[in-house]
């Protein structure tokens, strides 16, 4: 079998790349994904390097999107993404394309339609996204993590599987955060493309945190504004007064995700599909911060699920400031122990193991292609 996998949404196909190895031993993997996450940026993405680390040849297309873009010349890559796509495809011939949403997804599966390779897609947000909500008109099947998101999708073909989680993140593999145990421990993650108005915030407070909290800090690895360099910078100067401990990291890995979690009181985020998913199956308590301006207010509506919840606290991006982000992070340490998860049935995607359930539907498509 020959697949080609693409999408916004990395982690979720990393299981199922690992469970596909599995099943199909002979399988053939090939990614179409981004190797930069913004204009400029000279650092590949975490995206680029987790896929390339496993040995799968990468591929970059330069595809557009129509969401809040009006740019004319943004705007002319999105017909130019799909006759890269298909140029791509022909190249390649792949027998199956597996998408995991994202505009980037949209010009592989349209032109995989017109090749007739077929296609499935998966969805991690409780609300669909414009993509996935184009792309589900040309894919053979539609794979949800949430029963809610049934709704957006034919029901013919939607299967409910849940969203596939790194496994390392129930686990303690490292010792790489020798935290100063008579305070409680943040874990600060910025996204996997970094967040440059979050990690200023945490610049211009760190002195003032780590009088009271030890911080685990992922912060993205942007060459546009050098962040980690700042905030390293930062720690050196207040290093030998700090109470707390700082642990700075570009990304925090398999090998160090679940000691960066389990260590830590309070998890302060973006709200991402995977980030809500992983704090609601460790029970996490959060403080989330949503990106005001991705589609379908996704974002604000998974933090305001997490909440309802019981698990979290929403701080809108519009009022982050140094002083309002300490003063928030002091209040939900304050009342750590109120902060619980309210629905048990919420961890219903937790029950089965979504990576198989996906490659099981990923080995149909496929079988049925060779009927």
Avoid at 157 to 177: A, C, E, M
Avoid at 183 to 210: D, P
Wanted: one cysteine or more; hydrophobic letters at 40%.
């Amino acid at each position: 079998m020959k697949i080609v996998i693409t999408g916004g949404h990395h982690t979720s196909a990393l299981p199922v790349i690992k469970k596909l190895k599995e099943k199909v031993p002979d399988v053939e993997i090939l990614w179409v994904g981004h190797k930069y996450s913004m204009l400029n940026d000279k650092n590949p993405t975490l995206e680029f390097r987790e896929i390339t680390s496993m040995g799968i040849p990468f591929f970059e297309i330069k595809a557009g999107k129509l969401y809040k873009t009006y740019n004319i010349v943004r705007l002319l890559k999105v017909p130019f993404g799909f006759f890269h796509a298909l140029y791509f495809l022909l190249r390649n011939k792949p027998d199956v394309i597996m998408s995991f949403g994202g505009y980037i997804a949209a010009p592989v599966v349209l032109a995989g339609y017109f090749l007739k390779i077929p296609s499935l897609t998966h969805e991690q947000t409780v609300v669909a996204g414009y993509s996935n909500k184009l792309i589900s008109k040309f894919v053979k099947k539609v794979l949800i993590s949430w029963k809610e998101s049934e709704i957006y999708f034919p029901k013919d073909k939607t299967v409910f599987t849940g969203i596939p989680l790194r496994p390392d993140i129930f686990k303690i593999s490292s010792n790489s955060f020798d935290i100063n145990k008579e305070l409680m421990t943040l874990y600060i993650s910025a996204g996997k493309t970094g967040s440059h108005i979050l990690n200023e915030a945490v610049r211009g407070c760190l002195k003032e945190l780590l009088t009271f909290c030890n911080v685990v800090h992922q912060c993205g690895d942007n060459s546009v504004y050098n962040d980690f360099e700042k905030l390293e910078n930062r720690y050196r100067e207040i290093r030998d007064s700090a109470r707390g401990r700082y642990f700075l990291r570009r990304f925090v890995l398999e090998d160090e995700i679940g000691e960066a979690y389990l260590k830590s009181d309070l998890a302060v985020s973006r709200s991402g599909a995977h980030t809500v998913s992983e704090i609601i199956a460790l029970k996490k308590p959060a403080l989330l911060i949503p990106i005001p301006w991705v589609s379908h207010d996704e974002q604000n509506k998974n933090a305001e699920m997490v909440k309802d919840k019981g698990l979290a606290e929403i701080l809108e991006q519009k009022d982050l400031t140094s002083e309002v982000l300490v003063e928030k992070i002091k209040y939900c340490i304050s009342n750590i122990g109120s902060y619980k998860l309210k629905d048990e049935s919420v961890l219903d995607f937790l029950k089965e193991e979504p990576a198989d359930i996906i490659t099981n539907e990923i080995i149909q498509v496929y079988k049925a292609k060779k009927k």
